[in-house]
């Protein structure tokens, strides 16, 4: 069967989004249900077109996370796990390490709660290091104080999410491109020619999802549909918040031959009350040296490029009043990363803090990718994994960072929900 194939009629198990998360979910509930009929339906003509493959391939080992969430606990366990599967997949893995670097005194009460995080959530061998011992890790770095994670890795995200497909297709599993689903409505109203629609095994079906090439009636549907995802949830008869807001986050390149400056990853110290990320440099699998990402609402919601705007996702942003009222409340850091993602000189400067050899001459402009990021109508930002079941399926609501990290381990408890 071809990706390009129009998908049934009817199957036990549908599944919308083929982003990385999309795909460890098909898989997951293929292995658990091997003699289900399941489908994977993805909007556009490639998998893992956006958030997938727009960024930087950093596995986090759990420092940043409020103990007892869900981003904490399946964050550790997800890059133990994306670990041995890259391993046994002979996938891109290189655990080049992480600095986490205090350049101030103010920050250094702010590395100290990352430490308790790191401890309380088990990050292997974290450590505190002091400012002599930088250069020891990063020769380039300088800095008060660092926390160091040995086991911060890099991958390409976008190479896992194929294998994971490739996974799923063996497992029985079809998935069929250019195919969003539009909306979906429980199927017990009746087959379009009157009689009671049923599934890939013929027990009667609990939803009907529309689609572009005609209705597909299923008995489960999970939706994973990252940038789309509240659109979707919403006309599925979810709630109405939170609502996805789309940033921008734009990179900077550091020119061929002095991307030895890190060895592997330098990140600041995150401020909390920020809903920003700070200058980060990240070697990435292939060698290459990102700094970023900058961190500004988009026009749309897939700006890749600066200027791209849609009349249509930027009027949804803007009716939002979360929209509003997170950048009063930030009006003077989102004016510093609107500056930042026009003028590199400025981010590159932002980076010499903890890099000085770095110059403004050293970089070029780099990748980019959109952030999926749910806002809630006061205006604050939806930190953990949100799963929301509806009578139309499981709608996961907010995948952010780590959710690539926790692909597996996060697949795990949506295929939990989902079967239940």
């Not at 390009?4 to 198990?13: E, G, L, N, Q």
């Not at 896992?160 to 029985?172: M, P, R, V």
């Not at 390149?253 to 809903?275: A, H, I, S, T």
Request: proline content about 7%; glycine content about 10%.
């Amino acid at each position: 069967m071809s990706r390009t194939d129009r998908p049934p009629s009817a199957c036990d198990i549908a599944v919308a989004g083929g982003g990385i998360l999309g795909l460890a979910v098909a898989r997951e509930l293929a292995t658990r249900e091997p003699d289900a009929r399941i489908v994977l339906l993805e909007a556009e003509v490639k998998l893992a077109a956006h958030q997938s493959s727009h960024n930087s391939g950093v596995v986090h080992a759990g420092v940043y996370y409020e103990p007892g969430s869900l981003r904490a606990r399946l964050c550790v366990d997800g890059a133990a796990r994306l670990g041995e599967y890259c391993a046994e997949r002979e996938l891109p893995w290189r655990a080049s390490g992480k600095l986490i670097v205090a350049t101030n005194e103010a920050e250094l009460p702010r590395l100290d709660e990352l430490e308790r995080r790191g401890q309380a959530n088990a990050v292997r061998e974290l450590t505190r290091v002091g400012s002599d011992e930088i250069p020891e890790i990063e020769p380039a770095a300088r800095g008060l104080a660092a926390l160091h994670s040995p086991f911060t890795a890099v991958t390409d995200f976008a190479a896992i999410a194929g294998s994971f497909a490739d996974d799923f297709e063996k497992a029985g599993g079809s998935i069929h491109l250019a195919c969003p689903v539009l909306s979906a409505r429980p199927a017990g109203t009746g087959s379009p020619s009157g009689g009671v629609s049923t599934t890939g095994t013929g027990s009667p079906a609990r939803l009907r999802l529309r689609t572009p090439s005609g209705p597909l009636d299923c008995g489960r549907a999970v939706f994973c549909a990252g940038l789309q995802s509240d659109r979707l949830a919403v006309a599925c008869g979810g709630s109405i918040e939170p609502r996805i807001v789309p940033i921008r986050g734009g990179y900077l390149e550091v020119k061929p031959g002095r991307e030895d400056l890190v060895r592997g990853n330098v990140y600041p110290v995150p401020d909390p009350e920020l809903p920003f990320l700070g200058a980060h440099l990240t070697r990435t699998f292939d060698g290459s040296l990102l700094i970023g990402p900058t961190a500004m609402i988009a026009g749309a919601r897939d700006a890749y490029e600066l200027t791209r705007l849609s009349r249509r996702d930027l009027g949804t942003t803007l009716r939002w009043p979360g929209t509003w009222e997170l950048m009063r409340r930030h009006l003077r850091a989102s004016m510093s990363e609107a500056a930042n993602s026009i003028r590199p000189a400025r981010l590159a400067r932002e980076a010499a803090r903890m890099v000085p050899g770095l110059t403004a001459d050293d970089v070029i402009p780099g990748p980019s990718g959109v952030r999926a990021q749910a806002l809630d109508r006061e205006g604050n930002l939806i930190e953990d994994f949100l799963i929301e079941q509806t009578e139309a399926g499981v709608h996961v609501r907010n995948a952010p960072s780590p959710a690539a990290t926790s692909s597996l381990a996060l697949a795990g408890l949506i295929a939990d929900r989902a079967l239940t």
